[in-house]
């Protein structure tokens, strides 16, 4: 029984056998007694019993002066020696006994780990705020400023300072919301190119993003508010080649490496020359890869910086559909789901760790 | 605009290579003509043959039925006919028996009907597949050679259509599109005009024309045409005018509507009785004045309307809305044999206007606001008068009448340089020199990179020295821009103006971001007892959303009875408003636990729920929120506050009023909205204190009126100094107080920053506060 050997050995020469045999049969009741005290208060009234200042060892100790010298010491060294063997054993019951309480508490303590948590709550991002804010993550990495600016405009600002004459047809792209007042819903976010350059000197490169409305049947890919991204960048000398530059870092931010982005010619009032931009992907819908038709682009037509007072600069600008690079890539079916605000599919889309 | 491939390919010669369709399609992409789509229309179905109608009996016991032989030019057949127009001397196609037509999914048998043997079928046009017309068997002409088969006449067509912007009028037509096509593959155009004669103004026509308006009518033609026949049109020219979307009706309209196609300038043709006697007047409507259409619609003018009017055998009547639409009144009829045909032009603004005042949209009208080409009239004109006399028989008049001058556009001053300058990519004088040519454009080149650009009477785009760049930069392809990043010195100012943080905040405590309409009904934001709508919107989708938002919290609870199904909900959004002034919100609203436990207990939310998320995000920030009592409309009277944000009001906090929760079916429910941006404080280190701190509990007992913010700030004054802080740990009301009572617990913690306070001086501060709770009016629970 080595293991027993070495628990007890390790408490000195009162735990050995041959010692204890010595201490007689009085000694042996009370290391019995100490050894069945079933809880930590039986024990210290065993203390005091034997260890306190009117116990059994105490008084023994007490009466050796009485003794003569050679007696004194020999008595003395059986009662030390009695007084050394308690007190261990009283030390050994009590950390068995505390062992025991540590258990039982630990036992009581248990719980079923499988139940569910508490969760806190837990909110989230609009799908499209998470879409929009990895596109601002792109442009503000790319060094652009991240400007708003109203919904409700003016017709000047919608329309007639970029070049939409009063009564043309170019008008007609866009179906305004009129308000009652002659104000209207903005069709779109280009007002403010033109609010930023009246308050801003060249060179500067700013995105804005934010809600535009257009007055035109709602069904599954359309919807009456929708969100848009535009981009200004004016300098002493920016090309067309910057633009498509800027289009392709964001396609490649956005899509990857390698991505391919595709200009070609087309009309918005604002630009000079204009064309719509795609970028060249595989549709995660579909698995096949294609031309994803984003937005507009085009150099800032000249009419629009005279407008603003600017000479001897050129720039460009680009805009698309955040909607639309939420749609495609989630598989999402309709996109009136964006404004319902039903948490079934709100829940969907809450951000990433 | 529909573009047919064969249509098309004859403006260029037959020996040249030409593109293939999805290769054109390509090109036109590439050229700006967006193609939206490449559609294979099939021809007739083989089975059917041209054939005339001999005879035609009714057949006994039928109202409608008749018995209708017909000739294929060497056999007979017969066939029972529903068609009550079918008559003898018609020509038509016989569909044989055994032939399945696709468009109707049906395959023709030879069957006995009522008695009679019937051997095929007499077809309508929109049975054998080839445009919209069921009324009625198909017309042909009489050049379809007897027994044909109509597969062979009536082919198959490749149709591109186009989605043309709107600054691309002159691509309005086929001649518009191949001048492109011709431009960028360097292939000559044909014009269908050359050579066409015009006719001499000089010459006496009898016909007189009044422009009282030139502004509004710059270019007006009239040409008189005699001696035709009214018909149904030849095979081919039915086949150009169906592929373009129209419906074929006679060889006259047909011809009108093939030139408008073929050189984009909209025409009409009058039967000529209509100006005998008089002549022919383009004014501005009279008060009162009405007209009726083609389409029997009955217009009430508007003086401003322009019109063309005849002082003919009828009198003073209107024969069209200028640019719109023609009228009932003076179309050719089947009787007609002298026509007198009109090419004009009108000043866009006043068609678009009608237009817009009629809610009438026609092709006439989409071309003209776009613009036509001012100097096409004539030439127009002539060609319509050749193709009329080919496909109707008859002779133009020797003369025309004409009204108004060309127009010359002015030259562009033009750098060749500034291809490279804005887009980057070098094209060689000489090509871009061809490119403008093939354009149509006039080319001076005054020295090396001086140019004078006079861009052709039909492209009204072409004004500044960036347009020319673009035609340049389309015509040598896009594809060619390079790619590169701008050359500047910008440093962008740090900002957040989509209030990104706030909203990562919210979602990271818990609330799920919602985004809903800014158009709202003003009976919904009644129904939520949100302020008066102050914006209206001129022509809304509907009266449940004709006002701007004044509020987001309504949108929120529109949220919340989506989600009624959900337990607990906790949303915000963040939007414009839209009240006297526009502004950016945020909204909140949490309804049930907030924090729901399940199996055992969790957190229910009510105001200080709501209230400490607000705390929480101010905390973030150095900023102070308060809330005081104030009473807002659509919050419960006695749980509403006014948020203060730095000591600002800026929005409210409480329980949805429950009326209002009542009229959105939802139970208890907490909202809360605050403009933005709200505002930080700049925070200062401050260095840790490492002295103990003091506490002390106190309960008073104060009537239920006075606010905890009172009672705080009086114990705070009273506290002084070492008070580090004051927090409420209990509130009571009930049983052993005075009625109208309530207690409420705190505890004190006070702290020196240099030395440990003494018991002593810790109950003297206690005093103080003591005294003036007592001093106050309240009273110390024990």
């Given at each position: 029984m080595a293991a027993e050997h070495d628990k007890t050995g390790s408490r000195g020469a009162p735990s050995d056998p041959d010692t204890r045999e010595g201490l007689g049969a009085e000694a042996a009741e009370w290391l019995r007694t100490i050894?069945?005290?079933?809880?930590?208060?039986?024990?210290?009234?065993?203390?005091?019993?034997?260890?306190?200042?009117?116990?059994?060892?105490?008084?023994?100790?007490?009466?050796?002066?009485?003794?003569?010298?050679?007696?004194?010491?020999?008595?003395?060294?059986?009662?030390?020696?009695?007084?050394?063997?308690?007190?261990?054993?009283?030390?050994?019951?009590?950390?068995?006994?505390?062992?025991?309480?540590?258990?039982?508490?630990?036992?009581?303590?248990?719980?079923?780990?499988?139940?569910?948590?508490?969760?806190?709550?837990?909110?989230?991002?609009?799908?499209?705020?998470?879409?929009?804010?990895?596109?601002?993550?792109?442009?503000?990495?790319?060094?652009?400023?991240?400007?708003?600016g109203p919904e409700l405009e003016t017709d000047h600002y919608n329309f007639a300072s970029l070049n939409f004459p009063a009564d043309h047809p170019a008008r007609d792209t866009q179906d305004t919301f009129w308000t009652t007042d002659g104000r209207l819903l903005r069709t779109h976010t280009s007002p403010m190119q033109v609010r930023y350059m009246e308050t801003h000197k060249p060179p500067f490169k700013v995105v804005v993003p934010g809600k535009v409305f257009r007055n035109e049947a709602v069904d599954v890919t359309h919807e009456a508010q929708f969100h848009q991204l535009e981009a200004l960048v004016v300098g002493e000398r920016i090309t067309m080649a910057d633009l498509k530059g800027a289009i392709n870092e964001m396609a490649q931010a956005l899509i990857g490496p390698g991505t391919r982005t595709r200009l070609q010619p087309t009309y918005f009032p604002f630009v000079e020359p204009g064309a719509e931009f795609a970028i060249w992907w595989t549709n995660p819908r579909s698995g096949r890869e294609e031309w994803l038709e984003l937005g507009g682009c085009g150099m800032v037509h000249p009419k629009v910086f005279e407008a603003v007072g600017y000479e001897g600069v050129t720039g460009f600008a680009f805009g698309f559909g955040i909607e639309r690079l939420a749609l495609v890539p989630y598989a999402i079916p309709d996109i009136r789901y964006f404004y319902q605000g039903d948490l079934r599919v709100l829940e969907q889309f809450r951000g990433t760790l | 605009m529909k573009v047919p491939y064969s249509w098309l390919r004859t403006f260029f010669d037959e020996a040249v290579a030409f593109p293939e369709p999805r290769r054109l399609a390509e090109l036109l992409d590439g050229l700006g003509l967006a193609v939206e789509s490449v559609e294979e229309v099939p021809g007739a179905p083989e089975g059917a043959i041209v054939v005339d109608v001999r005879s035609v009996a009714p057949i006994e016991g039928s109202d409608h039925l008749s018995r209708t032989v017909v000739f294929d030019g060497g056999t007979e057949h017969v066939v029972v006919c529903g068609d009550p127009n079918v008559a003898a001397g018609m020509r038509t196609a016989l569909v044989l028996p055994g032939t399945y037509l696709p468009a109707v999914g049906l395959t023709v048998q030879a069957r006995e009907i009522r008695g009679v043997p019937s051997s095929g079928m007499l077809a309508s046009a929109k049975e054998l597949g080839l445009f919209e017309h069921g009324a009625g068997v198909l017309a042909l002409g009489p050049d379809a050679p007897l027994g044909a088969k109509l597969a062979e006449l009536w082919p198959a067509e490749t149709v591109l259509e186009l989605e043309l912007t709107p600054n691309r009028a002159d691509a309005f037509s086929l001649l518009g599109v191949a001048r492109d096509v011709g431009a960028k593959l360097g292939l000559a155009v044909r014009h269908p005009a050359a050579g066409a004669d015009c006719g001499d103004p000089a010459g006496d026509d009898g016909l007189t024309l009044d422009v009282q308006d030139p502004a509004a009518a710059p270019r007006f033609t009239l040409r008189k045409v005699s001696g035709v026949t009214v018909r149904p049109s030849p095979v081919w020219l039915q086949r150009r005018v169906a592929a373009v979307g129209l419906r074929p009706r006679n060889n006259v309209v047909d011809a009108t509507n093939f030139i408008t196609f073929e050189l984009g300038q909209p025409n009409h043709a009058y039967d000529a009785s209509v100006f005998e006697g008089g002549h022919m007047v383009v004014r501005r409507a009279r008060q009162g004045e009405r007209l009726t259409l083609l389409n029997d619609e009955e217009l009430a003018l508007d003086p401003a309307d322009l019109l063309i009017t005849t002082t003919g055998p009828a009198g003073d009547v209107p024969l069209g809305l200028a640019g719109v639409m023609g009228g009932a009144y003076g179309g050719v009829e089947s009787s007609t044999t002298e026509l007198v045909l009109e090419a004009a032009l009108f000043d866009p603004v006043t068609v678009r206007r009608a237009g817009q005042r009629h809610k009438v949209i026609t092709d006439a009208r989409t071309r003209f606001e776009r613009g036509v080409d001012p100097n096409l009239q004539e030439l127009a004109s002539a060609r319509l008068a050749q193709l009329i006399c080919d496909v109707a028989g008859g002779w133009p008049d020797p003369g025309i009448t004409v009204f108004g001058q060309d127009l010359t556009r002015p030259a562009v001053p033009y750098r060749p340089s500034r291809v490279r300058f804005l887009m980057d990519f070098d094209v060689p004088g000489r090509a871009q020199r061809d490119y403008l040519v093939a354009l149509g454009c006039g080319v001076q080149e005054r020295a090396p990179d001086d140019w004078l650009v006079a861009p052709p009477s039909w492209r009204y785009d072409i004004a500044l020295e960036e347009d020319v760049v673009e035609e340049v930069g389309r015509l040598h392809g896009y594809e060619h821009i390079g790619m590169t990043e701008p050359d500047m010195r910008f440093v962008p100012p740090a900002s957040d103006p989509t209030h990104r943080r706030l909203r990562d905040r919210l979602a990271a405590v818990g609330l799920q971001e919602t985004m809903t309409y800014v158009f709202t009904g003003a009976a919904e934001l009644a129904k939520a007892a949100a302020p008066a709508p102050v914006v209206e919107l001129a022509s809304p989708q509907g009266t449940e959303k004709g006002v701007l938002r004044t509020a987001l919290y309504p949108g929120l609870l529109a949220a919340a009875v989506a989600n009624r199904a959900a337990g607990a909900l906790s949303l915000f959004e963040v939007g414009h408003v839209f009240g006297d002034v526009e502004e950016e919100r945020v909204a909140l609203l949490m309804r049930g636990d907030r924090v729901e436990g399940g199996w055992r207990s969790g957190l229910a939310g009510d105001f200080f729920t709501l209230k400490g998320v607000l705390e929480g995000l101010a905390g973030l920030e150095g900023a102070v929120v308060e809330t005081t009592p104030a009473e807002f409309a659509h919050l419960h009277p006695?749980?509403?506050?006014?948020?203060?944000?730095?000591?600002?009001?800026?929005?409210?906090?409480?329980?949805?009023?429950?009326?209002?929760?009542?009229?959105?079916?939802?139970?208890?429910?907490?909202?809360?909205?605050?403009?933005?941006?709200?505002?930080g404080k700049r925070i200062a280190f401050k260095e840790i204190v490492r002295q103990p701190y003091a506490e002390r509990d106190l309960a008073v007992v104060l009537p239920v009126q006075v606010t905890y913010a009172d009672l705080a700030a009086r114990l705070v004054a009273a506290a002084g100094d070492k008070l580090i802080s004051l927090q409420p740990f209990d509130e009571y009301r009930g049983g052993g107080l005075p009625s109208g009572s309530r207690s409420l617990a705190m505890r004190f913690r006070f702290r020196d920053a240099a030395r440990a306070l003494t018991d002593a001086e810790v109950d003297a501060l206690m005093e103080n506060v003591i005294r003036a709770v007592r001093s106050a009016g309240y009273d110390i629970r024990a």
């Open positions: 050894g069945d005290a079933q809880d930590l208060t039986a024990l210290q009234q065993l203390r005091v019993a034997y260890l306190g200042k009117k116990g059994e060892i105490t008084q023994r100790l007490k009466a050796l002066g009485a003794l003569a010298a050679e007696e004194r010491r020999v008595v003395g060294g059986r009662v030390n020696a009695l007084k050394q063997a308690v007190e261990a054993a009283i030390e050994e019951r009590k950390v068995a006994l505390e062992r025991l309480l540590l258990a039982a508490q630990l036992a009581g303590e248990r719980v079923d780990v499988t139940l569910p948590g508490t969760r806190p709550p837990q909110g989230g991002l609009h799908l499209l705020t998470l879409v929009t804010n990895r596109l601002l993550d792109v442009f503000t990495s790319l060094g652009y400023e991240v400007v708003t | 006695g749980v509403s506050a006014e948020v203060r944000w730095n000591g600002v009001p800026v929005g409210s906090a409480g329980r949805l009023h429950p009326a209002v929760a009542a009229a959105f079916e939802l139970p208890e429910v907490y909202v809360a909205e605050l403009r933005l941006p709200l505002g």
